[in-house]
């Protein structure tokens, strides 16, 4: 099965900071990563899908890129409200996996 | 709209079975992948498995198969997951989630909380 390297585990950054994060997949997986917030005590919620794609409602400050093994998932400018765990996780062919996640504070 | 409500927390005793439920709601329930994930204190996402209600396809993450058993009535909109024996390290919230075409899961349960304890 796949597996997906996520980093860092954690990180704190500044209000305004520009923060990224990658997911290393352990085989090529085309453009099919997904990547999701998850609050304290709430379920996740979808951001990006297929790498680079914002889902509707989400703010354009979020972004994503990358393709085959190598991903990366973008806040442009932190804010506030975007303390959160952020996930990728990877599809092929009905079985999914899961990054071990990345927490973001505010320094 | 589309929901996906999970079934209430349940506090259980090791060896005890169990099965929790996740209704569908506001879409064609047999028309989508359903997903149940792990979470354990404190720790990240597992994906378990997923079933297609439409025909009962089932497929397990390796780490889950023989652990859990993922099933769907599609009469009632309802997929459940269950377990013959707890565990204490079954303790852990479990979220159902459907799944988009493309391999995403779009709308998640609100998770029901599993305690085994003695």
């Known amino acids: 099965d796949i597996q997906m390297t996520q980093s860092p585990s954690s990180l704190s950054a500044s209000v305004g900071d520009r923060v990224t994060i990658t997911c290393q997949a352990s085989?090529?997986?085309?453009?099919?990563l997904n990547w999701y917030q998850q609050k304290p005590g709430k379920a996740p919620k979808l951001l990006i899908y297929?790498?680079?794609n914002l889902e509707t409602g989400v703010p354009s400050r979020f972004s994503g890129s990358g393709s085959g093994t190598d991903f990366t998932f973008t806040i442009s400018s932190l804010q506030p409200e975007d303390i959160a765990t952020y996930y990728c996780?990877?599809?092929?062919?009905?079985?999914?996996?899961f990054g071990g996640g990345t927490k973001v504070e505010i320094k | 709209e589309v929901q996906l409500v999970q079934s209430g927390a349940e506090v259980k005793k090791p060896g005890e079975s169990l099965k929790i439920s996740c209704k569908g709601s506001?879409?064609?329930?047999?028309?989508?992948?359903i997903g149940w994930v792990r979470q354990m204190p404190g720790k990240g996402l597992e994906w378990m498995g997923i079933?297609?209600?439409?025909?009962?396809?089932?497929r397990y993450s390796p780490s889950f198969q023989g652990q859990v058993t993922i099933s769907a009535d599609k009469s009632i909109s309802t997929a459940y997951l269950q377990w013959s024996s707890l565990k204490a390290s079954d303790t852990a919230m479990y979220y159902c989630?459907?799944?988009?075409?493309?391999?995403?899961?779009?709308?998640w349960g609100q998770g029901t909380l599993v305690t085994v304890s003695s």
């Open positions: 079933i297609y209600p439409g025909d009962s396809d089932t």
């Open positions: 085989q090529d997986i085309s453009n099919y």
């Open positions: 996780q990877q599809y092929d062919n009905i079985f999914l996996t």
């Open positions: 506001g879409y064609s329930f047999t028309s989508y992948w």
């Open positions: 989630a459907r799944l988009f075409p493309q391999g995403s899961f779009g709308v």
């Open positions: 297929d790498a680079s």
